[in-house]
């Protein structure tokens, strides 16, 4: 079921063209339990908002990362500003005060870059768009507010995923780089700082999603080689370092969200394809069949959305854009 929250919509700004590439989207995941989703349509209802105000970051930033630390505090990362100029900065937001400290710049300035929270309680900054199509990472580590730069990526790439796998490692997949979308895929070890290729995918994509199972394995889901939309999906097995094709999706899309629901299956929503612009169908994905059933549409057609999974089990998916501009609402998928 699709629950609005709040619903409103304000008119896209004009933007000034860039010469590095293409946006961005990202991707999550999460885990476990036992409970089916019936297939649902959409309802809609509008309960009281429990939308509050916080203070606002000390930078403007669009196609920057967000990443809760192991001290609950929240790390923003890189992106544009207004005048869609690169940043290295970052700043710290506080939960208990709702306020925002800077922190350490970052060594690159970049945007569509990845950041993941290692075990180790750092976070690994990969790639992106800046000064050219990055290959450069770094650690930020929070006791010192500062960051160092690790091994570089084999390949540049923007609009990537990166998925921690279960040993640890960061799985790191497609984007875009030099020379288009990427089917190439390589992992990074925390405990020496080092890249090394694995299998390739299947397809060549960027602005994809990829999804932690609770199997082990990463589902990689939609994105485009600059020229098809993808439909497809395909598994990563950690143990074989090899990608096998899966289930496809009923509805080709790219910067869409993929959501590792409590029940093991995965929710991917909105997007867009090249023929039906912004869409606000979502699905689900079975593991254990490896099939896709249609579920609730949302409310509104989205892409460049973020959907995180809360502690109730349902999926709170905010913002993004559509053909009628960009998007201050939000949904809740029970």
């Keep these: 079921i ?26 999550t995941s999460l885990v476990t339990s036992t409970t089916s989703l019936p297939q649902t349509t959409t309802t809609a209802t509008t309960p ?8 606002s970051m000390n930078n403007t930033r669009v196609w920057h990362t967000a990443t809760v630390l192991s001290n609950g505090l929240v790390l923003v990362a890189g992106g544009r500003d207004r005048n869609y100029d690169y940043l290295n900065s970052t700043e710290l937001y ?28 750092k976070v690994l900054v990969t790639g992106g768009y800046g000064n050219g199509i ?29 998925s921690i796998l ?25 405990l020496t700082g080092i890249w090394t290729t694995t299998g390739s995918m299947i397809n060549e994509r960027g602005d994809h999603a990829a999804s932690l199972l609770s199997n082990g394995k990463v589902l990689v889901t939609g994105g485009w080689d600059l ?8 598994l990563y097995d950690p143990s074989t370092g090899t990608w096998t094709a899966t289930g496809n999706m009923n509805n080709a899309r ?45 409310t509104n057609a989205r892409e460049y959305h973020t959907a995180s999974l ?3 089990g349902k999926v709170l998916v905010t913002g993004g854009f559509n053909n009628i501009g960009a998007l201050n609402s939000a949904v809740l998928y029970d």
């Design 254 to 298: 790219l910067e869409h969200t993929a959501s590792l629901l409590s029940n093991g299956l995965v929710l991917v929503a909105g997007g867009r394809d090249s023929h039906s612009g912004t869409l606000n169908s979502a699905e689900l994905y079975d593991p254990l069949t490896d099939t896709w059933t249609t579920t609730g549409n949302m």
């Design 310 to 312: 809360l502690s109730n």
């Design 134 to 162: 990055l290959s450069s990472a770094e650690l930020y580590d929070s006791p010192t507010g500062t960051w160092t730069t690790t091994g570089s990526m084999t390949n540049e790439r923007g609009a990537h995923t990166a």
């Design 94 to 121: 506080d939960p208990s005060t709702g306020t925002w400290t800077t922190t350490g710049n970052m060594n690159h300035v970049r945007d569509s870059h990845t950041a993941s929270l290692l075990s180790n309680g």
């Design 2 to 27: 699709v629950t609005q929250t709040t619903d409103a919509t304000t008119t896209s700004p004009q933007t000034t063209a860039t010469t590095t590439t293409l946006p961005q989207t990202t991707t």
């Design 227 to 234: 020229n098809i939309t993808y439909n497809s999906a395909e």
């Design 166 to 190: 279960s040993n640890g490692k960061v799985l790191v997949t497609g984007g875009y780089g030099n020379t288009g979308a990427s089917d190439s895929a390589e992992l990074y070890d925390p």
């Design 48 to 55: 009281q908002s429990e939308w509050a105000i916080t203070d």
